[in-house]
DNA sequence: CCATAAATGATGTGCGTACCTCATTTCAAC
DNA sequence: GTTGAAATGAGGTACGCACATCATTTATGG
């Protein structure tokens, strides 16, 4: 048997075409027994509404805003690239996407691109930022406008999101120790760098890098992180001292965005491909590393997935329609120059 | 301004909606200039047809195939399971999927299958099955009835398919190697495993993997490959003869099936946790090996964007659709016991 | 029992496309 | 120029649903 229509469920109803119509779409003027009846009608004969002819007769359109982190981050500009590559596919499809590039530390300005959105041409926002409270309260505004919303990369535990799209940063963490641990030849300390331990990756990431070199590698000590504030030259002589003055480092973790100062800082020290090197996220500098055999392992995730995942999530919850999970987990992928992707 | 419709079409080009009707389905009875005056309109309004609009009129389903080698392999199971999860998502729409088990080494039960099918109730072919010149011919013939056809995991390169959503199996050999040498603790040899080096799979995975522990790993010596002919008991015993008797191995590396009694023939040998070990495909006793630290490392690929990849090719060779590459591309996945996915 | 409001039914149109029929025009060959 | 075939036009119905209008029925309170 085919999949039955409103038409089936009117006649098994015993309700008019319309009143299937008002119930569907939550139209007032129905006495909750025809409600209920109705219900239970489409529930018994397993009736799903044909996404695409309503969304034909309605002419919808989806509306979603993508907030990221404006400045040369890698990372955000290989984001943009992804929903770039998606808008020309057929995920495209019935899509309007904006783009809304914020300053990625100042909360204030944040919330103003946040309250500048109008949430009646809006259905759904996706966003990369830190959390902050002035954060959370406007997100709490913009749920109330009923507008779906989606953390990425960065969850935002505290505040109203309906999704959370990117990976577990303490896996990750954890991941890059066990890698780390299988990979160093000797025992000794271990250095890590980021740009600030103040953001919630870094801080999850070391807590289960600690986690796994405590239990797992008793013979590798991590040393404090190297933290360069944003600022890519004294990151660059940071690390770059400490490879110099620290012969008994066996291994190099750089935890968030600055590989490009840790990459500079290696091949200054002639320490490169003497202690495993491992660095987050697939960028055309740590890609070009890694096929230059300067780093050994790349943790990282998907952007395209990340970005279609995250159109997909929104649309489905624009739709009130089930997430579909499996499809959805983002995976901590460890790219080694063997298995990189031939390209994003 | 809107996307065009058949009648911004019609319009432009001067002509009825019959004949924009008559050139978009390619019926007969347009003279040649008609056509093309027809299609440059199309060019120039940048015309895509509205493929939900049109399923919805022509009341269109995709009926697939899927042809996977029975028996108890843990890996041809995933796919199955995966096949079953996809069907109740949205990627189902409109889908009507068929899963043929045939003997993966009985190449004539193959084509029988094969040719059971009807073309005209055959929209897709997707097929996992070793490639023989039976194989070919049988698909040359179904190809001919204008289905489409996707080999997957495993390429069927001299045949007419049109697609191949899979990993690069010499690559995967490299990453194996790759990790392997960085895993090693010290110089000796390293065992291989598989069902068959007559299998394609096999024979590429070894090449890569050669490749690399030569060019960079002279201190390993990869030995002759264990070969168990689908035997489990030969497998596990072989195995275990080499873990008993050569002390000087520093690595295990079963390229293929088998898995469960390269696995048994580890623990019994209580050489588990002694030397690394790599394994292919994430089936249940492979993550849970990983889990109890008896695995290192899992080359895998995901078995559920393996089998959505393959329905959204189909259904873009179906409608001759551009696909859309960087979503279809297969990675090749190296999980560790701290980044397994949580299921599938 | 009536008045009134609330609930429901009946019916039509449109979304963008496919597909069908029948009438009309155009073209090419003679 | 006539003729016959080929090409094109005109118009309708359908797909499954959304949304609107107006008529009719049902419940509710007095």
Redesign the pocket.
């Known amino acids: 048997m085919?999949?039955?229509?409103?038409?089936?469920?009117?006649r098994e109803a015993?309700?008019?075409?319309?009143?299937?119509?008002?119930v569907?779409?939550a139209?007032?003027?129905?006495?909750?027994?025809?409600?209920d009846?109705v219900n239970d009608t489409i529930a018994r004969l397993g009736?799903?509404?044909?996404?695409s002819?309503?969304?034909?007769?309605?002419?919808?359109r989806y509306t979603f805003a993508f907030v990221l982190p404006e400045g040369p981050s890698q990372f955000a500009e290989s984001i943009r690239a992804a929903l770039r590559d998606a808008y020309s596919s057929q995920i495209a499809d019935r899509l309007v996407l904006r783009i809304i590039s914020v300053p990625a530390n100042d909360p204030h300005a944040i919330v103003r691109a946040l309250l500048s959105l109008d949430p009646r041409k809006l259905d759904g926002l996706a966003l990369m930022v830190p959390e902050t409270p002035q954060v959370r309260d406007a997100l709490a505004r913009i749920k109330q406008e009923g507008i779906a919303i989606v953390a990425m990369v960065s969850d935002l535990p505290n505040s109203p999101r309906d999704y959370f799209v990117g990976t577990d940063s303490i896996a990750a963490g954890r991941t890059a120790a066990l890698l780390m641990g299988k990979f160093a030849r000797k025992p000794g300390e271990i250095l890590l760098a980021t740009n600030s331990m103040r953001s919630r990756d870094s801080l999850e990431r070391r807590l289960g890098f600690d986690a796994v070199m405590q239990a797992d590698f008793p013979h590798l000590t991590v040393i404090p992180t190297i933290e360069s504030f944003d600022d890519p030259e004294r990151m660059e002589e940071l690390v770059f001292g400490m490879l110099i003055r620290k012969p008994q480092l066996v291994g190099l973790y750089s935890m968030g965005s600055g590989n490009l100062s840790v990459l500079r800082a290696l091949r200054r020290s002639t320490r490169v491909g003497e202690i495993p090197v491992i660095m987050h996220e697939l960028t055309p500098p740590t890609r070009a590393a890694l096929m230059a055999n300067e780093v050994d392992a790349v943790i990282a995730q998907n952007v395209g997935h990340l970005v279609r995942s995250a159109i997909r999530v929104l649309r489905s919850l624009s739709d009130n329609l089930p997430i579909f999970e499996p499809q959805e987990r983002l995976r901590i992928e460890i790219v080694l120059r063997e298995n990189l992707p031939e390209s994003g």
């Not at 009736?47 to 996404?51: A, E, F, N, P, Q």
């Not at 002819?53 to 919808?60: D, E, M, T, Y």
């Open positions: 085919d999949r039955p229509t409103v038409h089936d469920i009117a015993g309700v008019s075409l319309a009143t299937v119509d008002r569907l779409n139209r007032a003027g129905v006495r909750q027994k025809t409600i009846k009736y799903v509404r044909d996404t002819a309503a969304n034909l007769a309605r002419q919808r």
